[in-house]
């Protein structure tokens, strides 16, 4: 779900420290998460509550909230002080809810990819099928039946799945930078006079992050954005420009992100929907 997005896990480093700790790359000013967010000052517990397993997360926050994230795990917000059975009460209530989401969930849960022939993969929102055929010399093909994948040896799937991703960072590199090219005028001419440079960009494939935008004018989109439709390409191209002007996801940002991108939040959700 959509708020997933905004989970504090304290089991992880915070990822900034990932960045902070590479010598040479400077600061990243923004940084784009979708499996964590670097707020400190919470608690996180794991709790359990009848048939309901779940997070709680304390914080200093004046309502309860809750959401079920997109793998079907419960999580709960509330006020550091409320007693636990203050928040049981509550969950009690709202179990309905909580198991038709967790259903949902639960049916859409993915498998992970194996790379053996007829298996789909996605190119700009679109499906298709592997099919694979031995060849002395390895490539990838897209047509409209499918990638057409020539390899050494069909079974080696480590070897099919490095072929496709090579495959896609090369399309990617085009495609982004296509639309980095179309979208970056739109901002230049909401911050006209302002003498923003189209930044640089740089692929990857990254495990917690959409993109991120770098002091030194570096953008950085995840690969795997090339799976998803363009539009939703395109919101994250736009969210990382509108970091050129602001550096946190204050009121500010969010106001600019709405001029350029009145839909932005549907957009963001979709794509949280789209690619976990
Ligand atoms: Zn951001």
Same mark, same amino acid.
């Given at each position: 779900?959509?708020?997933?997005?905004?989970?504090?896990?304290?089991?992880?480093?915070?990822?900034?420290?990932?960045?902070?700790?590479? =010598?040479? &790359?400077?600061?990243?000013?923004?940084?784009?998460?979708?499996?964590?967010?670097?707020?400190?000052?919470?608690?996180?517990?794991?709790?359990?509550?009848?048939?309901?397993?779940?997070?709680?997360?304390?914080?200093?926050?004046?309502?309860?909230?809750?959401?079920?994230?997109?793998?079907?795990?419960?999580?709960?917000?509330?006020?550091?002080?409320? /007693?636990?059975?203050?928040?049981?009460?509550?969950?009690?209530?709202?179990?309905?809810?909580?198991?038709?989401?967790?259903?949902?969930?639960?049916?859409?849960?993915?498998? /992970? &990819?194996?790379?053996?022939?007829?298996?789909?993969?996605?190119?700009?929102?679109?499906?298709? /099928?592997?099919?694979?055929?031995?060849?002395?010399?390895?490539?990838?093909?897209?047509?409209?039946?499918?990638?057409?994948?020539?390899? /050494?040896?069909?079974?080696?799937?480590?070897?099919? %799945?490095?072929?496709?991703?090579?495959?896609?960072?090369?399309?990617?590199?085009?495609?982004?930078?296509?639309?980095?090219?179309?979208?970056? =005028?739109?901002?230049?001419?909401?911050?006209?006079?302002?003498?923003?440079?189209? =930044?640089?960009?740089?692929?990857?494939?990254?495990?917690?992050?959409?993109?991120?935008?770098?002091?030194?004018?570096?953008?950085?989109?995840?690969?795997?954005?090339?799976?998803?439709?363009?539009?939703?390409?395109?919101?994250?191209?736009?969210?990382?420009?509108?970091?050129? %002007?602001?550096?946190?996801?204050?009121?500010?940002?969010?106001?600019? &992100?709405?001029?350029?991108? =009145?839909?932005?939040?549907?957009?963001?959700?979709?794509?949280? %929907?789209?690619?976990?």
């Amino acid at each position: 779900m959509a708020k997933s997005l905004h989970i504090t896990h304290l089991k992880r480093k915070p990822v900034n420290g990932l960045f902070a700790a590479v =010598p040479g &790359l400077g600061k990243v000013i923004s940084g784009m998460f979708w499996k964590t967010k670097r707020k400190t000052e919470k608690t996180v517990s794991q709790e359990t509550f009848g048939d309901f397993e779940y997070d709680l997360v304390r914080s200093a926050r004046r309502t309860l909230a809750m959401h079920v994230k997109s793998d079907a795990t419960l999580v709960v917000r509330a006020p550091s002080p409320m /007693p636990l059975s203050e928040i049981e009460a509550w969950i009690a209530k709202k179990a309905r809810w909580i198991e038709t989401h967790q259903k949902k969930f639960k049916a859409r849960k993915t498998r /992970p &990819l194996t790379y053996q022939d007829g298996e789909k993969h996605l190119f700009i929102g679109q499906k298709y /099928p592997l099919k694979l055929t031995r060849a002395r010399r390895g490539g990838v093909t897209l047509e409209d039946g499918g990638f057409f994948i020539t390899t /050494p040896d069909p079974g080696d799937r480590q070897r099919t %799945e490095r072929l496709l991703k090579a495959w896609y960072k090369a399309e990617a590199e085009t495609l982004f930078e296509d639309r980095l090219s179309a979208l970056f =005028p739109l901002m230049e001419e909401k911050l006209a006079g302002k003498g923003y440079k189209k =930044p640089s960009l740089k692929l990857r494939w990254m495990k917690r992050q959409w993109g991120n935008l770098h002091t030194k004018g570096v953008m950085t989109l995840n690969i795997k954005l090339v799976r998803a439709p363009t539009e939703l390409l395109d919101y994250v191209i736009i969210h990382e420009l509108c970091h050129l %002007e602001h550096m946190n996801h204050g009121k500010g940002f969010k106001a600019l &992100l709405g001029e350029l991108m =009145p839909d932005w939040k549907h957009k963001k959700k979709a794509l949280e %929907e789209y690619l976990t």
